[in-house]
DNA sequence: CTTACTTAGTGAGCATCTCTTACATAGCGC
DNA sequence: GCGCTATGTAAGAGATGCTCACTAAGTAAG
């Protein structure tokens, strides 16, 4: 039986790359279990590995579940990326646009999404996870910035502008969690209302309601 | 040694109330420890009974963890109605301080507020953390629907027009979990940030930005 | 090729946790 | 008092996180 050994040979020692594949495979069990459920020991036999091997690569459980939240902010920021280039540079719709996908993201993926916020709240003990959901951060107030340029809001704070936005999305997202049903009937309400809602922001920043 | 038996001896049985006693333990507990690490042992400990004594009262540990987030959610709804009510009646400063109530509730109790939103995922299992979450979104829409009535915007669907209010302070909430210094020193920035968004979402609302 | 060193993984074991089961006792209606 | 039920205890099964002594696989130098 050489399947494990034939998959990633180019690796280097026995397993191959045992850390990627225990990340991977804790990433495929939170698709089905709850984050509170997932276990290195469930992970380990995944990948086919000792109950004591994954302590040779993360210093305990919380460690591994902090590179699964990293990879959560990857695929969340790629996602948004894509959503915006899909739109007119520099256009609300393309703000929109991101922010719709990063309120689908967390609503199709629940527990990932649970466990990447909460991985906010062991921040001190976590360079990844933190870097990681800073990075997104910084990609949306890039974009921000240009849209607002053009939008005729060059003169307001981005960081200032842009936090209700992120945060109604944030919430929408974390809202949504457990109500994948309402999800698959109600996208597109909730696409309607991220629109208008930003929308309407606009609006009233324009005409002066934002300070500074 | 009588000091448990005094506590609360006109309660029924051995105890008193020992339900009550294993929530309120397990909410002090989740002052200083993450949620993945409460546990049911504990919380018997402080409650000075064995560790299968829990278990005539709560089917599982969710089941306690689904009242401790029951009683989060009844606070955090108390917090909001008082804020709420420091402000002239269907003024959109009521409708801001109760949104900066709720924001300073989940960044000052950050753990709690993840349980208690983390339920939302178990939510077919516990009707209680369900009907308490329920019945802070209600209070929510009632009051919210009669300050739109005042400000002119009484042709909209409340729930429509309240959703990303609702969404973005607690988008704010869970993004400022892990920052409880940031909180301290930038209460008054967030406060402003929260004031200014509504103010400019209700006036882009009054020259239609909002459909229906 | 051999030897010395480093790194990855094993398997047993400890402490702890969740939850169950058999048993004991407190309080209540009669 | 006498049963009955609600409440709690003690002990234990099964699983987990994590450690540790040990072995095997790879690397590099002679």
Redesign the pocket.
């Known amino acids: 039986m050489e399947t494990k050994a034939d998959e990633k040979r180019a690796g280097?020692?026995?397993?191959?790359d045992?850390k990627a594949a225990l990340i991977a495979a804790t990433l495929d069990l939170i698709k089905e279990k709850r984050v509170e459920d997932?276990?290195?020991?469930?992970a380990?036999r995944a990948a086919?590995?000792?109950?004591?091997?994954p302590?040779?690569?993360f210093?305990?459980?919380?460690e591994l579940l902090a590179h699964v939240a990293a990879e959560g902010f990857r695929e969340l920021n790629e996602r948004k990326q894509a959503a915006f280039a899909k739109h007119p540079h520099g256009s609300i719709d393309s703000l929109i646009a991101g922010g719709c996908s990063y309120t689908e993201f967390g609503a199709e993926n629940p527990e990932l999404f649970h466990l990447m916020w909460g991985a906010a709240r062991t921040h001190d003990r976590f360079d990844i996870a933190k870097q990681t959901s800073e990075a997104a951060y910084t990609g949306f107030i890039d974009s921000l910035t240009e849209i607002m340029e053009k939008q005729g809001l060059g003169h307001l704070d981005p960081h200032k502008f842009g936090a209700p936005l992120w945060a109604m999305v944030h919430g929408f997202a974390s809202l949504l969690i457990g109500k994948p049903k309402m999800l698959d009937s109600k996208r597109d309400a909730i696409r309607e209302n991220i629109a208008n809602a930003t929308r309407a922001y606009f609006a009233g920043a324009r005409q002066g309601e934002i300070s500074k």
């Open positions: 280097r020692y026995h397993h191959g045992l997932l276990s290195v020991a469930d380990a086919n590995v000792s109950s004591g091997a302590y040779r690569h210093k305990d459980r919380d």
